[in-house]
């Protein structure tokens, strides 16, 4: 069985965390924050980011107030001295100084107290000693790892992709992983909703979803607790316990998993409470209410209602409601 694309996603997303998001001046770390949220740029002392439809807007401090405070979202002469942004142009005069946050910001100082921001283009660091842009071929500069605390202000929650239902928030200064107590968590509106209306891979594990110590499941299949396609994994451990880190996949469009055959079924084959239109490529499919005289209005692979055929029976595959009995195994 395929396993979902989302596990290389969450991979390139921690790499780019843990590298601060590299030199490669990526602009989507917005898809974590909520929508309007500003941040101070992980690779910059001197600019600002504001999240726009996921997207990153920047913005730069110039003249004397160099700096981008993330407390008060403002542009500032100085920064507090918890801040890894201190740049000091005393002895400096009409000198460039590199910017401790990225290898390619610098500062000019234009006199012994204004440091004014600048930065090389594509494909370029700063490089001090010849207090010019060079290509990054030949720069020895290194990526800077940054704390999530450090450029964003207390209490403003964010996205934390290791689960739907998790999210991060800084409480002075340090970083707290929250769960949600009900549904997933939005990124965009930094709240905690129904979760059949996130669109999210990172399901959390059921209570006791490969067994337990006194019988554990070995190599099989389970499903995930969140949707119709979904499941885990359980592989059979050496050491005779529970798998603790079963692996999540999906089966394809328009098929359920069925734990009872182990295999991907066509839905009508299939009973299943989750949100029935995730995975479907049709507008209208059958609901899982009992008597099999229900639909389910799809849009984007998400329930917008249910509707009732009154006496007649749904026929999902020509959507129209029928007098025909029909039974399926999804609305027994």
Not at 40 to 45: G, K, Q
Not at 158 to 181: I, M, P, S, W
Not at 269 to 278: G, I, L, M, S
């Amino acid at each position: 069985m395929k396993e979902s694309s989302y596990f290389c996603l969450l991979a390139l997303f921690l790499v780019l965390a843990i590298c601060g998001f590299g030199q490669a001046r990526v602009d989507d770390i917005c898809m974590v924050f909520p929508e309007g949220t500003v941040i101070r740029d992980p690779d910059s002392c001197s600019r600002s980011i504001k999240c726009v439809n996921s997207k990153s807007t920047y913005s730069t401090c110039t003249g004397s107030t160099p700096y981008f405070d993330k407390d008060t979202l403002k542009c500032v002469k100085t920064l507090n001295g918890t801040d890894d942004c201190g740049v000091s142009c005393v002895n400096r005069a009409s000198q460039f100084i590199s910017d401790p946050k990225s290898c390619f910001g610098y500062y000019f100082c234009a006199d012994e107290e204004t440091p004014l921001y600048g930065k090389c283009g594509d494909n370029q660091h700063f490089d001090n000693g010849t207090q010019m842009c060079i290509w990054t071929y030949a720069s020895d500069c290194k990526a800077h790892e940054f704390d999530y605390c450090s450029i964003i202000k207390n209490g403003v929650n964010f996205d934390n992709a290791q689960g739907c239902d998790r999210y991060h928030v800084c409480t002075k200064g340090v970083l707290e992983d929250k769960t949600c107590k009900k549904g997933y968590y939005e990124a965009s509106s930094g709240s905690c909703i129904d979760k059949n209306l996130v669109y999210c891979d990172a399901h959390p594990y059921p209570s006791n979803v490969c067994g337990t110590v006194k019988k554990p499941l070995k190599n099989v299949y389970v499903a995930d607790g969140a949707t119709c396609q979904g499941y885990f994994f359980c592989a059979q451990q050496l050491d005779g316990t529970p798998d603790p880190k079963p692996v999540w996949g999906k089966c394809g469009n328009d098929l359920f998993f069925d734990k009872s055959t182990q295999t991907c079924r066509p839905p009508n084959n299939v009973a299943c409470t989750e949100d029935r239109c995730q995975g479907r490529t049709i507008p209208f499919v059958l609901s899982s209410t009992k008597g099999c005289r229900h639909y389910l209005r799809c849009k984007d692979g998400r329930t917008i209602d249910e509707k009732s055929c009154g006496n007649y029976f749904f026929d999902e595959e020509n959507a129209i409601c029928v007098a025909e009995i029909l039974k399926y195994e999804a609305c027994k």
